[in-house]
């Protein structure tokens, strides 16, 4: 058999081919994203329209709900609930105003750091991930890197050789003798780590050159901080759509409300793409964090959240630091989008039954009010969860194009607020995905929450296997 050999001219060819091919598949992209943006704004403009020309309906239906006494009594809860709502936005914009991230500290003062980096299937990711984190300014004399495979099915185990080859005594590697979970991996780390400051990285995720530094000055500058939450962006957010709605939506929930809750000492959730916790503060809760249960059955889900809240429960602060960036991968599927929702859904509903037991006592030294509103904040959407979705099927059923004009109507006013903030601090064109986002949640995911909150007691990580995104 000949063996075809390409010449110089063939290899240009093949290039040339395959830049074409790459342009073309660019452009039918930006097409298919113009196309799905230009559908959103005109389904919700549609929908505003609709509820002009059905004032008529949508008044005699408040009528019918005033006049029943179950009708009046939904809507006076609806009515308060809204008060404190827009109440606790308004504050909530206050706070956000007032937030300032900490700036770098000397390399003196920067205090040593136990980097942990679990790893489950992420194949060429982690070495990317390890990559970034050698790459970092912080002291090297002051930085130990932690990698553990947990028992992956795929080649990961040889990306973090190859990262231990060319990182040297930079990093050290371990394999995990069989798939315990998240959790198990970050135990192990926590109890091999040397560093006055835990730091916590998601194997598919890629930090800055200045981010280590960024993130652990908030433990010198303020000892009563326990926990410092980082600033997560979507890595992939040109590989498909669903990345570019997460990308907006992880810019209003860190960049607004974490910059909030940090103002009030308490982040509720460091995420597991980039947090750092105190050791000392690790090691007061590590045996509970091990060894949490729900109903019984041992958590293999929100390690992330769960040590959060122990922190908070010790009295320390947990802070956010705007100016510490990630890049993390997110799913390019629904199926991998939903799967990750309902994990993170039954994880809130856990933390905050965890947290009603300590949160109304006098669990710190300083103010407790603002750890109590946001607590209020959070358990008063999950108390309303069935209510409304009741109330939803109910006016499907009865005005079903009411309802639909209606909720696009709401859709088109309240997602304008992230989509202002994205477009003021990054990209216009790129805003508009907040729409979309709200449009794909209010009728694709409206089921996760009520989902989550009914199967809160079920494990599983649902994402760990190949191939879910």
């Known amino acids: 058999m000949k063996t075809q050999t390409l ?64 009708g009046f009594a939904f809507l006076s809860v609806t009515i308060a609930l809204l008060i404190f709502k827009v109440g606790f936005l308004l504050y909530n914009v206050y706070l956000y105003f007032q937030y300032k991230a900490i ?56 990306w973090m050789k190859k990262a231990k080859e060319e990182l040297g005594d930079q990093i050290v590697v371990f394999q995990q003798p069989e798939n315990r979970g998240k959790r198990h991996a970050l135990y192990r780390g926590f109890n091999l780590g040397t560093g006055e400051i835990f730091v916590t990285i998601d194997s598919d995720s890629i930090i800055k050159p200045n981010t280590l530094r960024n993130l652990v000055s908030p433990f010198v500058v303020d000892k009563n901080c326990g926990a410092v939450a980082g600033n997560v962006r979507v890595l ?18 860190f960049e607004f409300v974490r910059s909030v809750e940090s103002q009030l ?23 509970e964090w091990i060894n949490q249960t729900f109903m019984g059955v041992a958590s ?16 320390e602060k947990v802070l956010f630091q705007r100016n510490a960036l990630v890049l993390t991968d997110v799913p390019e599927k629904y199926q991998g989008l939903y799967k990750m929702f309902i994990r993170w859904g039954r994880s809130n509903v856990r933390e905050n039954l965890a947290m009603a037991k300590y949160v109304f006592t006098d669990f710190k030294k300083e103010s407790k009010v603002g750890t109590r509103l946001l607590f ?32 696009l109507l709401g859709i088109l006013i309240l997602s304008s607020f992230p989509m202002l903030f994205y477009a003021k601090k990054y990209s216009i064109s790129e805003s508009l995905w907040a729409y979309a986002y709200s449009v794909l949640f209010t009728f694709g995911l409206f089921w996760i929450s009520p989902y989550a909150i009914a199967t809160a007691g079920r494990s599983g990580w649902l994402t760990r296997e190949l191939s879910q995104k």
């Open 7 to 70: 010449t110089p001219q063939k290899t240009l060819f093949t290039k040339k081919e395959s830049a074409t091919v790459t342009e073309q598949k660019q452009d039918q992209s930006k097409l298919f994203n113009r196309i799905v943006l230009s559908a959103t704004m005109v389904l919700l403009i549609m929908g505003a329209i609709l509820v002009y020309f059905q004032q008529p309906d949508l008044y005699r239906f408040n009528q019918s709900r005033i006049n029943s006494p179950i």
């Open 376 to 407: 209020t904040n959070q358990f008063l959407t999950i108390l309303m969860t069935y209510p409304f979705l009741l109330f939803m099927l109910f006016f499907i059923i009865v005005h079903p194009l009411l309802f639909l004009s209606s909720t």
């Open 300 to 315: 293999d889900i929100g390690e992330d959240r769960a040590m959060t809240n122990m922190i908070l429960k010790q009295g």
């Open 236 to 253: 992939n957010k040109q590989s498909a759509i669903l990345p570019k709605m997460l990308n907006v939506s992880f810019v209003m929930s």
């Open 103 to 158: 700036e770098s500290v000397s390399e003196e003062l920067l205090p040593t750091c136990t980097i942990i980096v679990p790893a489950y299937n992420e194949g060429n990711l982690v070495y990317q991930t390890l990559l970034s984190i050698a790459n970092s300014d912080f002291p090297k004399h002051k930085l130990q890197i932690l990698a553990i495979d947990d028992g992956s099915k795929d080649d990961t185990w040889y």
């Open 265 to 287: 000492g308490s982040v509720l959730c460091t995420p597991g793409a980039l947090a750092a916790y105190r050791s000392s503060a690790v090691f007061k809760c590590l045996p």
